[in-house]
């Protein structure tokens, strides 16, 4: 279990959770600048860490990267380019947003827990349903993570048996 209390509007603007949740709290929002700051504290007892180097944890570069998406999700959620495209797909089924790309990835530095990153992440390109982004990972203020990558939408199918 991941010891975060979760933002509720993140709760709102995602659908990832426990234990696939990398994002607890929005620490900055510049919808103008189309930058967003979100974080996550990570702790010895998630689950991954037992498997990840053990005698040695480290925090999966996967797991930043999710982060980074998770982020961008967020952003996407609170700006109006992406609500006027839920808008105009009313008949549609609800839109989900999934990774679409992934480039650049430049790993500077290993994480040990327990952790606090930061997840800095700009909106640089959108064209019709997919989003560009570049994103940043952050521990002890010092840069361990970057990457540019895409997320677009697409329908989301419900899975009656398994609606949550």
Do not use: W
């Amino acid at each position: 279990m991941l010891g975060n209390t979760t933002d509720e509007k993140i709760l709102m603007a995602i659908p990832h959770r426990t234990p696939f949740l990398f994002v607890s709290k929005i620490e900055s929002v510049n919808a103008e600048e189309k930058k967003i700051i979100c974080s996550h504290q990570f702790e010895i007892s998630d689950v991954f860490f037992a498997g990840h180097f053990p005698g040695n944890p480290v925090l999966p570069g996967v797991i930043m990267q999710e982060g980074l998406m998770q982020t961008a999700g967020v952003f996407l959620s609170q700006i109006p380019i992406h609500q006027q495209l839920e808008k105009s797909k009313d008949n549609n089924p609800p839109q989900l947003m999934v990774a679409s790309r992934i480039n650049l990835v430049k790993f500077k530095k290993l994480v040990n827990p327990p952790a606090k990153i930061f997840y800095h992440v700009e909106l640089i390109d959108h064209l019709s349903n997919t989003f560009v982004f570049k994103g940043k990972c952050y521990f002890q203020e010092q840069l361990v993570m970057s990457s540019e990558f895409s997320c677009s939408t697409i329908n989301q199918t419900i899975d009656q048996k398994n609606p949550s």
